[in-house]
């Protein structure tokens, strides 16, 4: 097999684990904030986070992890929508911001 058919087919193979890695780190980031918003007795809404920020980190290991903050959306009244921040580093939740609301 040529060398530049490898390489494309390694490359493919990488975005494609790359991809799926995503969608699993993005499902644990929805579950994170939809605990987060029913514990503090808020609204998710759209129910869904969408990525702001990718790269890379170490983590308590020393390992290299890919480190992603999803932000999404919440309302404490119904009426206002608030910004919220869960990220990532591999497959672990290290930080969850929910802005202070009125109760």
């Not at 983590?59 to 309302?75: A, L, V």
Request: aromatic share 8%; hydrophobic share 45%; charged share 25%.
């Amino acid at each position: 097999m040529p060398v530049f058919e490898l390489s494309a087919l390694l490359v493919i193979g990488g975005l494609i684990w790359l991809w799926l890695d995503s969608l699993s780190a993005r499902e644990i980031g929805m579950e994170a904030s939809r605990a987060a918003c029913h514990a503090d007795g808020v609204q998710l809404l759209d129910d869904t986070v969408a990525i702001r920020k990718a790269w890379l980190a170490r983590d308590d290991n020393g390992q290299m992890r890919i480190q992603r903050t999803y932000g999404f959306e919440y309302s404490d009244d119904g009426t206002r929508r608030r910004q919220g921040s869960v990220t990532l580093i591999g497959k672990r939740v290290v930080a969850l911001y929910i802005a202070p609301h009125i109760i």
